[in-house]
Structures are given as structure tokens and as C-alpha cells.
């Protein structure tokens, strides 16, 4: 049974940069869409971004530019690299290997001064 683990959480402020992970064990993660969501503390869980098998990108608009979602086969990892954070993109990070119900724990990012 596959399973993902995401990392790479913190604190960071307004301007900066954070990048997540998402590491998979039990499974490649190559054959599979991939998606990252967030779940403001006080909201509801909203997709970020996604990456297609077949390397198709999506992004929500509210981080278009801003964020950047690529894979490393190798590494069986996806990864969120987020640039020029906002406050308003606080929330927990989660990670879905689409269409098998596998989701992640979460890692908690905090924008803030």
C-alpha cells in the first residue's frame, strides 16, 4: 500500500520562500496525478496546484506565479517550491495521489512577521 509523507512546513514571512515535500513509499509515484491542497485554519480544503503523469500543470489562480509544482522520479518525490508567500497562504499542505484516496498528514505553513 502506497503512502505519502509531506514535509518542509514552517514559519516563514511575508515575500519569502518555503518549499514542500511530498515522498512516497510503497508505490512510484511517477504513474499518478498529484495534487497539493491547503486547509486554511478556519476554511476549507482548497487544491493549490497539481501535476498530471503526463506532466500536465495546473495551478489555482491565487498562487499562479507564485508557486511551483515538478516532480523527481528519482527521489519519488513532488514537490510545492512557493515563492513570494502571503499571509493568506497559511493553512496546512496536503498531498493527494489522485483517483486512490492516499492522502498525506499535512505540514503546517505559517505566513507571518
Known amino acids: 500500500q502506497m503512502r505519502v509523507v509531506e514535509s518542509g512546513g514552517g514559519l516563514v514571512q511575508p515575500g519569502g520562500s518555503l518549499r514542500l515535500s511530498c515522498t512516497a513509499s510503497g508505490g512510484s509515484l511517477r504513474l499518478y496525478d498529484v495534487a497539493w491542497y491547503r486547509q486554511p485554519p478556519s476554511g476549507m480544503r482548497e487544491a493549490v496546484a497539481s501535476i498530471a503523469g503526463s506532466g500536465v500543470i495546473d495551478y489555482d489562480d491565487s498562487v499562479k506565479d507564485r508557486f511551483t509544482i515538478y516532480r523527481d522520479n528519482a527521489e519519488n518525490t513532488v514537490y510545492l517550491q512557493m515563492s513570494k508567500v502571503k499571509p493568506e497562504d497559511t493553512g496546512k499542505y496536503y498531498c493527494?495521489?489522485?483517483?486512490?484516496?492516499?492522502w498525506g498528514r499535512g505540514t503546517q505553513v505559517t505566513v507571518s512577521s
Open positions: 493527494n495521489v489522485k483517483g486512490t484516496g492516499i
